[in-house]
């Protein structure tokens, strides 16, 4: 069985400051994780993924996630936020690398505010 | 220009009457899925079919049907038996080893 855990429904941000995203996830198995961002009413884009390579993956926007294998987490990070960011973003783990099949599992999601 | 299309963006369904939602996608993936979401929640997975004439339940199918006659396309229906169908309707598809896409969604809504 696996789960997600977003930490926070929502996260409120100054533009130009940090972002931080908390995801805890639980697996049997080593999972396969992913960050996907949705706009209002669109739908996900895929925002990067751990597939079992480097720990530290970085993604598109500016955004990076290191994955701790010991913590169980894979928090979304981005060093400086601009008002595009502001969004829904899920974490999502997977059994399988290509995140196919039915081993998708999705957090519920955490509302990016980012305050100009 | 290779995506996921559904239509309509809005759809409007009376008490009793069936409707269906259009996916197609033009990136030749075999696998396709239909996910609903709710306001507070994540993704919740309806149906998937992971190649032609195959579809398998996902964990909320109940008042749903799919059909996978074509390798491009994925219909889904939403019954008179869902009794609360609305939400936000998202396609996805994703080729062997490949991470899903998704499509832009479908609003439905109850009149």
């Known amino acids: 069985a696996q789960s997600v855990t977003q930490l926070d429904s929502h996260v409120s941000v100054s533009e130009g400051t940090p972002v931080l995203l908390r995801c805890n996830y639980s697996?049997?198995?080593?999972?396969?994780l992913f960050w996907y961002v949705q706009h209002p009413n669109k739908g996900l884009q895929l925002l990067l993924k751990?597939?079992?390579?480097?720990?530290l993956v970085k993604g598109i926007n500016g955004f990076e996630a290191e994955f701790k294998k010991s913590e169980t987490s894979f928090h979304l990070t981005k060093p400086s936020a601009h008002m595009s960011d502001a969004a829904e973003y899920f974490c999502?783990?997977?059994?399988?690398?290509?995140?196919?099949?039915?081993?998708?599992?999705f957090g519920k999601g955490t509302h990016l505010i980012i305050q100009p | 220009d290779g995506g996921i299309t559904q239509s309509p963006k809005y759809l409007f369904r009376k008490e009793g009457q069936n409707v269906t939602l259009s996916c197609e996608q033009n990136?030749?993936?075999?696998?396709m899925y239909w996910y609903r979401q709710d306001p507070g929640q994540g993704l919740r997975l309806i149906y998937y079919?992971?190649?032609?004439?195959?579809?398998q339940k996902g964990d909320i199918a109940e008042g749903y049907s799919v059909s996978r006659e074509k390798k491009e396309s994925f219909p889904l229906t939403v019954t008179s038996a869902q009794k609360n169908p609305t939400a936000f309707y998202l396609c996805?598809?994703?080729?062997?080893?490949?991470?899903?896409?998704f499509g832009p969604g479908t609003r439905l809504l109850v009149l």
């Open positions: 751990y597939t079992s390579a480097a720990t």
């Open positions: 996805a598809s994703n080729g062997v080893g490949e991470t899903q896409y």
């Open positions: 990136l030749n993936h075999d696998a």
């Open positions: 999502v783990v997977s059994l399988y690398s290509g995140g196919g099949a039915d081993g998708l599992t």
């Open positions: 079919s992971q190649i032609v004439n195959d579809f």
């Open positions: 697996s049997s198995y080593s999972p396969s």
